[in-house]
């Protein structure tokens, strides 16, 4: 297997800038430095649009808001919790390797590479990192891993059919589609002992502007509210519509 890139080699950032000049490209502290959590307090992330959006069960709105607040302290995760986020880390490298050689099996690609904190061109409060970027005809594409966690890991299963994923996770790769400009975007779920899965997410085109943008903006002005009703949940729900704009591949 041949060595994977950290990051965009030289000449295709510069094609990559170019190509894309809407965009920013942002220098963020260390991560989970003082300063990180500093910075990231004044963006939405793209792992945040679910929260946002009233669809990530494990995380409200109303808590997302708190922690963009000046005074908000990063607490310690519970042990549990911990461990498993540790694993997800852990495994990703692992996970992107067995995408690369999918992909160089499948069409000779060159490995994943990678772009840190993108930041949305006309929306300067709106970033994220995806996983691995591949190249496709000229274009970046965005994927995304998800490593699942479990105290016994031969219990793991990739995600079988879309409704296996949840929501939350088709906000954070639509987003991603949205910064990078891109036509679609890849959604992994790696295990160690079951396989993976690749889906293929096609572009959303009414998701970001009608959905993210306006509450990101009363976000921004100080009026958003931090509840989100079952009607407005469900109306987010059904405009993500996963089911139309995404297809198994693997």
Known sequence: MYPRDPCLHENDKIEYLENTASLVIENFPQKGSPEWHARRKQFICASEVGALLGLDKYTSRKRLLETKKPDWVEKKKGDVLESYMHW??????????????FFF????????????????????????????????????????????AHPSPELC???ETV???????????????????????????????NGMSIF???????????????????????????R??????????????????VEKIL
């Open 163 to 193: 409704d296996d994923i949840p929501l939350k996770y088709f906000a954070q790769i639509q987003t991603y589609i949205e910064l990078l400009n891109a036509p679609h975007g890849y959604l992994v779920c790696w295990t160690m002992f």
């Open 200 to 226: 293929v997410v096609h572009r959303n085109l009414c998701m970001f502007p009608r959905l993210v943008l306006p509450l990101i903006d009363s976000w921004v002005v100080g009026d958003l509210s931090p």
């Open 88 to 101: 997800g880390t852990c495994m990703e490298c692992t996970a992107l390797a067995a995408v690369d050689e």
């Open 105 to 148: 099996k499948t069409d000779g690609r060159e490995p994943c590479c990678r772009i840190e904190n993108i930041v949305h061109g006309q929306n300067h409060r709106v970033c994220g990192t995806p996983d691995g970027i591949t190249k496709e005809i000229g274009m970046f594409i965005p994927i995304e891993v998800k490593c699942p």
């Open 228 to 245: 989100v009703t079952k009607g407005e949940k469900n109306y987010h729900a059904r405009m993500l519509a996963p089911n139309t704009f």
């Open 157 to 159: 299963k990739p995600y």
